[in-house]
């Protein structure tokens, strides 16, 4: 069912703390890893979201046995191409392509064909990309030459390591093969373009024989079997996606500050941090600690005195990937035209999100000129809406509903915005957190 909010008020000026869910992309890899280690591993601040519940109920399904309560998580591996299940199953990764391009691999060694499926937006995308090098390890996919959900994987009991060169970028794709390769016997080489690393992270803390050779837009992977994962006790840190929200929120809020609290800090996720520096504004990183290999740290952040434009430096792209939509509120907001290029991959997310952002851009009188990878967006420093506007999101994009909402309360107007819902995808207290802060909405 399609619910709706409505906002019609600004956000007053606030001062205040707060703590944000769970990393999406770490709670997957996570779980993932923990139903191949041997012995229970134990979680706290999973996130609590639709794509980490799918995650939770296709381990099930593969007949892994997990604890799910409001304090943590507790899963019990049996060790590497232990899943047990029936003939036919279906695994059903709903709007996740992290879930459903990471658990593919873990698939290849399987004697039946299953079935992987997911919602609307996940079947529009692309899986070419993990098919690809997940056949030259020996798996097999139908119908052939399909390259969409609904797909049926077939494992292999005699796979061979492979060579692979991953040149998206796509930390999906990179994780892919890295899972892959815990099955294959002897050494898996990847050339992968830069991407975030939790996985290289993960693999490096639990002992997984891993080499890395970072050059400078790529890293060198060599990654060998090893018999058993050990278990992995981990507290999540909060995402720095979903405190990117209100990141940019505080900077478009007059007089207004706020801290975020144990945001994971990871070099390759704080691209946005950098670009918003860069256009004006003030973010800090403060109380900075290590945890298993990630960075962590409070963000503190406040309202932003005067915003410029900014031709974005193409080597931030793949550690913004996902906050570029509530980047392009900022550039709305901002001195001068802003330049964003080399970002087809924007385009293939769980909605078309470089044209969606234009397309909202223009309904609140921002010019902006769009290509297939690019888009130029003509800011307005004096931005200040007074009339009507309707977001329908059609594919039920979280991102696309929480920049929506931003823009309203930031900008003002009046605003009837589609899809609430979708912030169970990754952000479930997206809205709570407005309402901590003095956003007004009604439902
Ligand atoms: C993710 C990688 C990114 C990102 C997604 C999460 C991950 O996708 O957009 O939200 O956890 O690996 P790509 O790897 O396809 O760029």
């Known amino acids: 069912m399609d619910k709706i909010i409505w906002i019609d008020k600004k956000i007053n000026n606030y001062n205040k703390k707060i703590v944000v869910d769970g990393d999406k992309s770490l709670s997957i890899r996570w779980a993932l890893l923990a139903s ?19 995650t939770i109920n296709c381990l099930k399904k593969l007949g892994v046995k997990i604890v ?54 996940l079947s529009k995308r692309d899986f070419l990309r993990v098919i690809k090098p997940l056949k030259k390890f020996g ?31 796509s930390a999906q794709v ?30 490096k803390y ?42 940019v929120l505080t900077l478009l809020t007059k007089k207004s500050s706020l801290i975020i609290k144990n945001v994971n800090i990871n070099e390759s996720r704080i691209g946005s941090m950098i670009i918003l520096n860069k256009m004006g504004a003030r973010i800090v990183f403060k109380n900075k600690r290590n945890y298993k290999g990630e ?42 035209v802003s330049y964003f290029k080399d970002l087809s991959e924007l385009n293939k997310k769980e909605s078309q999100r470089l044209k969606l952002g234009s397309k909202i851009l223009n309904k609140i009188g921002i010019k902006t000129k769009l290509t297939n990878n690019s888009i130029k967006i ?11 506007y309707e977001i329908k999101n059609f594919f039920k994009d979280h991102r696309v509903f929480m920049m929506s909402a931003i823009a309203a309360l930031a900008f003002g107007g009046k605003w009837k915005i589609h899809n609430s819902d979708s912030i169970k995808t990754s952000f479930p207290s997206f809205l709570k957190l407005i309402k901590h802060l003095g956003g007004k909405f009604i439902q």
Do not use: W
Not at 81 to 100: D, E, M, P, Q, W
Not at 179 to 193: C, F, R, S
Not at 307 to 331: G, R, W
Not at 378 to 388: E, H, M, V
């Open 206 to 247: 639990l002992n997984i024989p891993i080499k890395i050779l970072k050059k400078k837009n790529i890293s060198l992977i060599e990654i060998k079997s090893k018999n058993n994962i050990q278990p992995l006790n981990y507290k999540i840190p909060s995402d720095i996606s979903s405190s990117a929200f209100f990141v």
């Open 378 to 388: 003509y800011g307005d420093p004096n931005l200040d809406l007074k009339k009507n």
């Open 36 to 54: 191949q280690a041997l012995g229970i591993s134990k979680a706290h601040n999973l996130l609590n979201s639709d794509d980490v519940l799918n």
């Open 174 to 203: 990179k994780s892919c093969i890295m899972l892959a390769a815990l099955n294959a016997p002897g050494k898996t080489k990847i050339t992968a373009k830069n991407s975030r690393n939790h996985t290289e992270i993960l693999y």
């Open 295 to 336: 960075k962590i740290a409070d963000i503190h952040v406040k309202s932003a005195k005067s915003l410029k434009s900014i031709k974005c430096p193409t080597k931030y792209n793949s550690s913004a990937i996902d906050e570029f939509l509530i980047i392009f509120l900022v550039a709305a907001k901002s001195k001068g």
């Open 139 to 169: 798996a097999t996919f139908y119908p052939k030459n399909k390259t969409t959900l609904p797909l049926y994987v077939k494992g292999n009991d005699h796979l061979r390591p492979i060579n692979y060169y991953e040149n998206i970028g």
């Open 68 to 121: 799910l309560n409001k304090k943590y998580c507790e899963i019990l591996g049996n060790g590497l191409n232990s899943f047990k299940y029936k003939k036919n199953i279906v695994l059903n990764a709903g709007n996740s392509g992290t879930l459903a391009r990471l658990l593919i691999a873990l698939l290849i060694r399987s004697p039946y064909k299953i079935k992987i499926v997911g919602d609307k937006s």
